[in-house]
């Protein structure tokens, strides 16, 4: 199905393939720009195209360039301005960044089903879903309102949704606004809810017509109480037995939302073997799932495993040039944080094709995301430029199972002990650093050789 040159790359670098062939799927220009047209509220697509934007922040993002003035230097489908291309970027409507999140996790999420490359469901016949947030850091002062402060400038923050099955960041909900607090945002977020979902989170999500939302929608919680949210207890805590982290109790007890609805739920303690990093010695999760359904044990695991959603935030932040901090407008540095969150799907369906073609193997334990990144950003800017544009159309143009096959077949063919993970033992206890008191600056070789 590949033309010979890029066959060859197949060959060589299959992965870089995938990579971009997902784009081209996933990315293409005239539907993605149909869907602009069908999503935005106040830009227009007059002189730049919506899709120019994307793949020029998209270089970014992926790390192929280092910042947007030299993606845009080596572009050559902007035949604008580059002051008209940040113009255009500080514009992007917060609710079009969101969209094509969601846009895209949609389209990859037929690809991964299709591939069956799902991982295993963590509660059978119900739809998980991770809620975290993240603020952007601190951007450079180059706006004419930051250069008179030394505070560091804040250009949003936003909620992210991540569903464990497929590994995709299904949804986002930005906010310009760094002040805000998260918990503002989760009307929005409700709005998304639906039946037999589990909804799971930290505490700072703990709010009482948040909980009573996703209770009246038919869907669950498992989400950690929060010590301002009010309860009624309806009996002792009783001891459940031991999980991974501590001895598990449970106790069942009344809650409500703020216009005193009511309804029972249950409340799970953990008195944890090890103290948390700020000294904590036990956890409570509120949840409403019934006991039938999923025991404490098993309730205590869900909430530990939602740190999956943590380690999802660092991906982004070291593989993903996720947070642009020459971007200052809001509205641009949201657009490029979530433009990271579609770059991070397209590697959850590469994840996927490795487990559908290799299912014999724990693709999630033992391949590392570092390594697949490094051998994309050495090989990707040389077959982008030497292979025609035509050769690509086999994943454009494909039906889903043939670009599912496709991607499998590709999958095969890497060699998988090149892109296997270094595990390291465990963490030496840290000595007190010497601060050289008295001098700016020491010599490395000199240290080396034992001589000061």
Known sequence: MLGTLLQKFADQSPVTVMVHGLLERLLDKEKIDEWFNTTC????????????????????????????????????????????????????????????????????????????????SWVPGYKIRLLD??????????????????????????????????????????????YV??????????????????????????????????????????????????????????????????????????????????????RIIVRLNKPTRNGETEIAIFTNLPKEVVDALKVAELYRLRWGIETAFQKLEKYFHSEINTLGYPKAALFGFCLALVAFNVYAVVMAALRAAHPDKAINDE?????????ISATYTGMVMIVDDQEWTVFS?????????????LALKMELWRFKKNKRGPKKPAKPKNQFVGKPHVSTARLLAGSG
């Open 367 to 375: 391949i590392s995301d570092y390594y697949i990144a490094e051998e």
């Open 181 to 266: 607090q998260e918990r503002a945002l989760l009307g929005q977020v409700l709005e998304t809810v639906k039946a037999q979902e589990i909804w799971i989170a930290d505490r700072n999500f703990c709010v009482q017509d948040f909980l009573y939302g996703i209770h009246e929608k038919a869907a669950y919680f498992v989400i950690r109480h929060h010590q301002k949210m009010p309860y009624l207890s309806l009996g002792n805590e009783e001891f459940v037995g031991n999980g991974e982290t501590g001895a598990v109790f449970e106790q069942r007890v009344r809650i409500g939302s703020t216009d005193g609805k009511m309804y029972e739920a249950r």
């Open 133 to 178: 947030g993240n603020c952007i850091e601190k951007t450079e002062h180059r706006l004419q309102v930051l250069r008179e402060t030394k505070a560091g400038a804040l250009p949003g923050k936003s909620l992210v949704v991540f569903d464990p099955e497929t590994d995709l960041a299904i949804n986002v909900f930005p906010c310009e606004d760094a």
């Open 397 to 409: 143009n494909g039906s889903t199972q043939e670009v599912s096959q496709l991607l499998i077949d």
């Open 41 to 120: 509220q106040v830009q227009y697509t007059r002189h730049i195209l919506f899709s120019s934007l994307v793949y020029l922040m998209l270089h970014v993002v992926c790390r192929i360039r280092n910042s947007v003035h030299a993606a845009y230097r080596y572009s050559d489908f902007i035949s604008n301005s580059v002051v008209a291309v940040y113009d255009k970027l500080k514009g992007i409507e917060t609710q079009t960044s969101a969209g094509i999140v969601g846009y895209i996790a949609g389209e990859a999420e037929g690809i991964i089903r299709e591939m069956r490359g799902t991982n295993p």
